[in-house]
């Protein structure tokens, strides 16, 4: 009987044990949530979404070829790639993105004016919490254009700023949603003001 209580006993103690060690486990992968979900370190993905645009010529230069009123609107599928690094500091998170957009838009009047394509280098700053990370960007953008007139298919330089939303979906791979727009003051001496409002639908690779 003592040799069956004895048994029992260290029976016990052995659950006791093994139950505290599971108690550090969880408690241990708590403590690296946050190290575990950082956003910091070097990315790069794809994304794809809709452009809007439209132009107006505002002074000199072009003539009024997009109709009486001189303004004209289009609109079209975009698809790109970017890469960028952030840095994560507590709950904030800096970082630079560069990236390449392919854009389908043609505009609705009788220039024939199409965006080609854009390129952009992007500073970005947020805030994280846990898988999630909202940021503001701001940055310069560069835009060429084509047209079967000669003098308005060109190139430019501009303003990028907006938004975006982050969500980690596994310690690597994350996904998001984000919104541009793109001014132009004078696109190429044109006497023409541009913008651009680009959604895009992004998927990406933290490493």
């Given at each position: 009987?003592?040799?069956?209580?004895?048994?029992?006993?260290?029976?016990?103690?052995m659950?006791?044990?093994?139950?505290?060690?599971?108690?550090?486990?969880?408690?241990?992968?708590?403590?690296?949530?946050?190290?575990?979900?950082?956003?910091?370190?070097?990315?790069?993905?794809?994304?794809?979404?809709?452009?809007?645009?439209?132009?107006?010529?505002?002074?000199?230069g072009?003539?009024?070829?997009f109709?009486?009123?001189c303004?004209?609107?289009?609109?079209?599928?975009?698809?790109?790639?970017?890469?960028?690094?952030?840095?994560?500091?507590?709950?904030?998170?800096?970082?630079?993105?560069?990236?390449?957009?392919?854009?389908?838009?043609?505009?609705?009047?009788?220039?024939?004016?199409?965006?080609?394509?854009?390129?952009?280098?992007?500073?970005?700053?947020?805030?994280?919490m846990?898988?999630?990370?909202?940021?503001?960007?701001?940055?310069?953008?560069?835009?060429?254009?084509?047209?079967?007139?000669?003098?308005?298919?060109?190139?430019?330089?501009?303003?990028?700023?907006?938004?975006?939303l982050d969500?980690?979906?596994?310690?690597?791979?994350?996904?998001?949603?984000?919104?541009?727009?793109?001014?132009?003051?004078?696109?190429?001496?044109?006497?023409?003001?541009?913008?651009?409002?680009?959604?895009?639908?992004?998927?990406?690779?933290?490493?």
């Open positions: 009987m003592r040799i069956l209580k004895l048994t029992s006993l260290a029976v016990i103690l659950a006791g044990s093994a139950f505290a060690a599971d108690d550090l486990v969880v408690t241990a992968n708590d403590n690296n949530f946050e190290q575990r979900w950082s956003w910091t370190g070097f990315s790069g993905g794809l994304e794809a979404g809709y452009s809007w645009s439209s132009d107006e010529i505002t002074a000199g072009a003539a009024c070829v109709g009486p009123d303004f004209a609107n289009g609109e079209g599928g975009i698809y790109g790639a970017f890469v960028g690094y952030n840095h994560q500091m507590g709950s904030f998170v800096g970082g630079v993105e560069a990236s390449y957009t392919r854009i389908d838009t043609d505009f609705d009047d009788l220039s024939g004016v199409s965006i080609v394509d854009s390129w952009a280098l992007k500073g970005r700053l947020g805030y994280a846990d898988r999630f990370h909202a940021y503001g960007l701001i940055g310069a953008t560069y835009v060429t254009t084509d047209s079967p007139i000669a003098a308005l298919a060109q190139s430019d330089w501009g303003i990028v700023y907006g938004a975006g969500v980690a979906i596994t310690e690597n791979i994350f996904g998001g949603i984000q919104y541009t727009r793109h001014d132009f003051t004078d696109f190429a001496d044109l006497g023409i003001d541009a913008e651009m409002d680009n959604v895009m639908v992004r998927i990406g690779y933290k490493f």
